[in-house]
Nanobody, 114 residues
Framework: QVQLVESGGGLVQAGGSLRLSCAAS????????KGWYRQAPGKQREFVAK???????NYADSVKGRFTISRDNAKNTVYLQMNSLKPEDTAVYYC????????WGQGTQVTVSS
């Protein structure tokens, strides 16, 4: 069964940190590029960060310098380290494949209180 399973969301105060994980299984290869998106209430889903099979990264301007995407190919897992969180970072965060077949995870809620 092909799956992307996110974890690590929660409630944090502004200025705090969280680390999200996205574990892939099934036919999703560890070398596939993967990324993170988020969707806040009443807003469209937006791109957050991407990591290629070679490890190169891209970030949305709104998170540059605060978020870091990384991967552990041995565990077929992608991480999103989020520092200096702001209330506007509150959203459901989704992991997805960025190469090969398109798969989305079920999402994990991140809530940042002011």
């Amino acid at each position: 069964q092909v799956q992307l399973v996110e974890s690590g969301g929660g409630l944090v105060q502004a200025g705090g940190s969280l680390r999200l994980s996205c574990a892939a299984s099934g036919s999703i290869l560890s070398i596939n590029a993967k990324g993170w998106y988020r969707q806040a209430p009443g807003k469209q889903r937006e791109f957050v960060a991407k990591i290629s099979s070679g490890g190169s990264t891209n970030y949305a301007d709104s998170v540059k310098g605060r978020f870091t995407i990384s991967r552990d190919n041995a565990k077929n897992t992608v991480y999103l380290q989020m520092n200096s969180l702001k209330p506007e970072d509150t959203a459901v965060y989704y992991c997805r494949t960025m190469s090969g077949n398109l798969y989305w995870g079920q999402g994990t809620q991140v809530t940042v209180s002011s």
